[in-house]
């Protein structure tokens, strides 16, 4: 059997981004006002600070306005929630993003629902969720979202197919799932509990891996063919499938780095802009 082709969420995110830039330029010269993203920090976690980092790059290079809102570790539940409230009444903020995760002392569900919807770019609220999961008008999570354009770029319907998400998390996991049924899969959630995960995984034609656990699917677990979505990010630039093994056996196959990964960042700035264009009646 041959090798996998390979998905490459690169290319594609530097279309998205490139013509997320001209609509932000077209919108800037037609308002006078620049698109403007508030991407709040709670404490001073490596990984995070160099995500927001690289985020108000892209956001620079987009045309897009970068507000970067910096708090304490300390940061109590109530003084997050007071910040989120505020930048969502300012009329000069078009979206935020709650960069997570924000410690353990903090009410996660709490702070996102702080979020207006109409600048829930991240599409982290209950209100977001809703919206996608009956396919209404509304932003998406931004790497779910990210995945259904890279299968809709490579000509994957996934209408009448078994689809597997390897995990449920709030924010990619489940929406994820939601998305694909929205599409007429046959969807079904795997999570640590799950018994046999490998005769689950190997009745897949589209395999979603987001459990964030290095090397967790491996080939010998995937159907001939299988389309294999890899969402997962672990130390060492390694996904949470084992990709030498699984290349050998799927069809089309996200690497990591360079594939879903891109995708998270292109959507976020793509739906800043929507967001903009939304609130400036344009």
Avoid: W
């Avoid at 006078?32 to 600070?49: H, I, M, N, R, Y």
């Avoid at 995960?197 to 001939?224: F, H, N, Q, T, Y």
């Avoid at 069809?251 to 998270?264: E, H």
């Amino acid at each position: 059997m041959s090798q996998a082709r390979l998905i490459d969420g690169t290319s594609l995110a530097r279309r998205i981004v490139e013509d997320t830039a001209k609509r932000a330029a077209d919108l800037t010269d037609r308002t006078g006002t620049a698109p403007c993203l508030a991407t709040v920090l709670v404490g001073e976690d490596p990984a995070s600070v160099t995500y927001v980092r690289m985020k108000r790059n892209r956001c620079r290079k987009a045309g897009i306005e970068s507000r970067q809102v910096e708090l304490p570790a300390a940061t109590t539940t109530g003084e997050l929630v007071g910040t989120l409230r505020s930048l969502s009444s300012d009329p000069g903020v078009h979206g935020i993003l709650l960069q997570h995760p924000m410690g353990e002392h903090i009410d996660e569900r709490a702070a996102f629902e702080a979020i207006a919807p109409e600048k829930d770019v991240d599409g982290v609220t209950f209100a977001s969720f809703a919206t996608m999961s009956f396919g209404l008008p509304g932003f998406v999570s931004c790497t779910p979202g990210g995945i259904m354009r890279l299968l809709d770029e490579y000509d994957v319907d996934p209408s009448g197919k078994r689809a597997v998400v390897v995990g449920r998390s709030a924010i990619l996991g489940k929406p994820a799932g939601m998305l694909l049924l929205a599409r007429d899969a046959t969807v079904t959630y795997c999570h640590s509990r799950t018994r046999d995960l490998s005769s689950v995984v190997r009745e897949a034609d589209i395999v979603v891996a987001a459990v964030g656990r290095p090397r967790l699917i491996r080939g010998e677990d995937l159907k001939p063919g299988a389309v294999v979505i890899d969402a997962g990010y672990n130390p060492g630039n390694v996904g949470d499938v084992d990709f030498d093994s699984a290349v050998e056996r799927a069809g089309l196959i996200t690497p990591v780095p360079g594939g879903v990964g891109p995708m998270t960042i292109a959507t976020l700035l793509e739906q800043t802009v929507d967001a903009a264009a939304r609130q400036l009646g344009v």
